[in-house]
């Protein structure tokens, strides 16, 4: 069974870090991309940061680019979202996702129970 | 960065209705669209991966459709089971952007 356990949310002030993890199971962690996609409170999804399998290419959504670092140890396999300068619109569920094809960007058929991150003074 | 617009916003429609909705990429993107459904409080579920390939388990009444810059999801016979919001997501190239959404009521 295909598990992903996000952990590291929490209230962090503007301008603080947090790192989220995102723990992988149930399936060949280092053939799949992985992804994290954010929703805040009462709004729509937003597709944050993608990582590739093997060589660790890194991609991002343009108001996280040079805050938002993302990576993956595919001994442990676990995926990882660093994130510093949180801003106050930061705030949302985010949510480590896995694509339903391996080696590539496909439609999401597994996603994490989400991790709140409240970015407040 | 290809842009999602999906339409309408919301729709209220009756059991039994035919309800449509519609996506549409600022630049082309072959096939490479999924669907999903989110249930309040709930992760969003795919229902449609490769613009009109149903994932398994997914009820037949759900079809997708379109290629390019146009895509659609019909649901066939509206249930009160389906009520949830809706989501296109372009994975052409990154980032990989999500629609806006459309919330679909019973009337």
């Known amino acids: 069974e295909v598990q992903l356990l996000e952990s590291g949310g929490g209230l962090v002030q503007p301008g603080g870090s947090l790192r989220l993890s995102c723990a992988a199971s149930?399936?060949?962690?280092?053939?799949?991309?992985m992804i994290w996609v954010r929703q805040a409170p009462g709004k729509g999804l937003e597709w944050v940061s993608g990582?590739?399998?093997?060589?660790?290419?890194?991609y991002y959504e343009d108001s996280v680019k040079g805050r938002f670092t993302i990576s993956r140890d595919n001994s442990k396999n676990t995926v990882y979202l660093q994130m510093n300068s949180l801003r106050t619109e930061d705030t949302a569920v985010y949510y480590c996702?896995?694509?339903?094809?391996?080696?590539?960007?496909?439609?999401?058929?597994?996603w994490g129970q989400g991790t709140l991150v409240t970015v407040s003074s | 960065d290809i842009q999602m617009t999906q339409s309408p916003s919301s729709l209220s429609a009756s059991v039994g209705d035919r309800v449509t909705i519609t996506c549409r990429a600022s630049?082309?993107?072959?096939?490479?669209l999924a669907w999903y459904q989110q249930k309040p409080g709930t992760v969003p579920k795919l229902l449609i991966y490769?613009?009109?390939t149903l994932q398994s388990g997914v009820p037949s009444r759900f079809s997708g459709s379109g290629s390019g810059t146009d895509f659609t999801l019909t649901i066939s016979s509206l249930q009160p089971e389906d009520v949830a919001t809706y989501y296109c997501?372009?994975?052409?190239?990154?980032?990989?952007?999500f629609g806006g959404g459309t919330k679909v009521e019973i009337k």
């Open positions: 630049q082309a993107i072959t096939h490479y």
């Open positions: 149930g399936f060949t962690f280092r053939s799949y991309y």
């Open positions: 997501q372009n994975y052409h190239s990154v980032p990989l952007t």
């Open positions: 990582i590739s399998n093997s060589d660790g290419s890194a």
């Open positions: 490769a613009a009109s």
């Open positions: 996702a896995k694509p339903m094809a391996t080696f590539g960007w496909y439609g999401i058929n597994y």
